[in-house]
């Protein structure tokens, strides 16, 4: 057993959490089996393998950050609910 009852007892104090006998058996054996498996995975030879953060490669998906015309105002005022002709106008917040 790779995880005693104090164990789990232990980490369910840290996480405020009251077990029952029963439920203090089925723990210790879940998390007895979730640690033989991750056990096991030390077995692999990972010596040739690069660390990674993620499976695939990931690159910069944003845009280039290029200098454009912005929307004209007038066009911009026409989604709104409430415009002076300038700027938006919102109901005042205190």
């Known amino acids: 057993m790779k995880i005693t009852k104090?164990?789990?007892l232990h980490v369910a104090h840290l996480a405020r959490l009251s077990l029952t006998d029963e439920e203090?058996?089925?723990?210790?054996g879940q998390l007895d089996n979730i640690l033989s498996y991750v056990d096991k995975l030390s077995?692999?030879?990972t010596g040739n393998i690069l660390p990674t953060s993620h499976v695939f490669s990931v690159s910069n998906a944003f845009r280039e950050d290029v200098v454009r015309e912005s929307l004209p105002r007038n066009e911009a005022l026409?989604?709104?609910p409430q415009h002076n002709e300038e700027m938006f106008q919102v109901p005042r917040i205190i």
């Open 6 to 8: 104090k164990e789990v």
């Open 24 to 28: 203090l058996e089925k723990m210790t």
């Open 43 to 45: 077995e692999l030879d």
């Open 78 to 80: 026409m989604n709104s």
